[in-house]
């Protein structure tokens, strides 16, 4: 039976912060920012073709896919560090809501910042990225900690679900406005009258004028893109801010909470003993969301070297059908949960991942890519919001939700570092993307082992 002590204002609120920061998932580490990056740091000759990809950092070359990648894992590293001392201190100062409004900042402005990235000063950029990173992980950890205070178990799923699909579809009209802009920029920027002038000051041909033109202005929608973001964030945060409560202060005299959460932390490690339910479900969901979290962030790049004519237009297409589907898919799996329970519906999701990474393995072309990205949307939104609320599940009676949502989310993202350091040394090694689905496969693979060692509960996970 569903609670009728339920604040509608405060789930809406709540799941309208997916929609805010999404944006960042989409656009920074999935589609625009990726194949930027990945545009300005190649050298090609005189043809177009590219001749080398490596690039210098602190008077190292590194391959420019290795670097974006080992980028994300230093990123997740350190939050993985820092997340306990934030949690400790947000448990027992009642300061939860602060701390997530403190990082989704941080994230917003670094995001801005990327708009003066430039491959001349590359060092000073990967710092933006690596703080919008930090902004946006440090902020999920509250975030998801939310989701046990406002909403029941028999909920949990729906509700989760609701933010996932929000969060899709806010990006997605955010990437369909930047797209708009980077593939018809004649639309939004004076591309005629920088023409002339090109003309006039240059001597150019008026075709060579409007197309130097036309290639400035699609530089500039494309940094335009990143400041978009971060306004765009920011800005539906507030609406989160202003519904969702401050969590109650748990403990006035606690003296050591600048490493309680570390403490905190322990408790729950050593709690897993007496809890197998939930101790082989963090050890099979940070298998296999080794490999989806790696699809996320390093899909652009695999499809940037791998695939034979797709431009970049298709790229961001590709993920376009990737969120628009994910929302029919996060749905989908809420629902199938409900039928089968959570962790038989989680086995699926994972069996389809399987399948994708084979997929994957022969998709040599562009129609076949938008297909890959199809089959990804789908199981994409189902297998996240279904794992967030399947541990939401299996929490023990506790009013200390910040320490088991802190232990899920470094599960996480040491499941990013691994994932995304393995990916790009597998590439500095062989120079081949395609050999990276081997790990990935496996990641999946072992998954849906563990969690087929996973017994039901009262909750019908």
Known sequence: MISKNINTKQINAW???????????????????????????????????????????????????????????????????????LSGIADYSGKKKSFMKFFAILGATSCSLLYFFNVDAIEIGMIFLILATIGYSGSIVFYNAFLPEIAPPELQDKVSAKGYSLGYLGSVILLIFNLLMIMQPEWFFAIATKADLIVQLEGKSIVDAQ???????????????????????????????????????????????????????????????????????????????????????????????????????????????????????????????????NIPALMVAVAFWILIMFQAFFTYTAVGFYFLAGSVGLVMGGIQSLSRSSYSKLLPQTIDHSSYFSFFDISDKLGIVLGTLIYGIIYAISGDTRNTLFALLTFFIIGLILLSRIPKNRFSV
Do not use: C
């Open 15 to 85: 799941a309208m912060y997916d929609w805010a920061n999404s944006v960042y998932t989409l656009v920074i580490t999935s589609s625009i920012f990726p194949i930027f990056f990945e545009n300005i740091t190649v050298t090609k000759n005189d043809s177009g073709e590219v001749i080398s990809d490596l690039v210098e950092l602190f008077g190292i070359q590194i391959r420019n896919t290795s670097l974006l990648s080992w980028t994300f894992s230093l990123s997740f590293l350190l939050i993985a560090f820092i997340t306990p001392l």
């Open 211 to 341: 197309n130097e033109a036309r290639s400035f202005y699609v530089g500039q929608a494309t940094r335009i893109s990143f400041l978009s973001v971060g306004l765009w964030w920011i800005g539906f945060s507030l609406i989160t801010f202003y519904f969702l409560p401050e969590s109650k202060r748990q403990n006035k005299t606690n003296k050591h909470y600048l490493y309680n959460g570390y403490l905190e932390l322990m408790k729950v490690w050593k709690s897993l003993k007496h809890n197998l339910i939930l101790k082989r479900f963090l050890l099979s969901y940070f298998t296999y969301n080794m490999g989806v979290q790696t699809v996320m962030y390093m899909a652009i790049t695999f499809a940037k070297k791998e695939i034979t004519g797709m431009p970049d237009s298709g790229l961001i297409i590709s993920i376009l059908i990737i969120q628009l589907i994910a929302i029919i898919g996060a749905y989908f799996f809420s629902f199938l949960s409900g039928k089968i329970g």
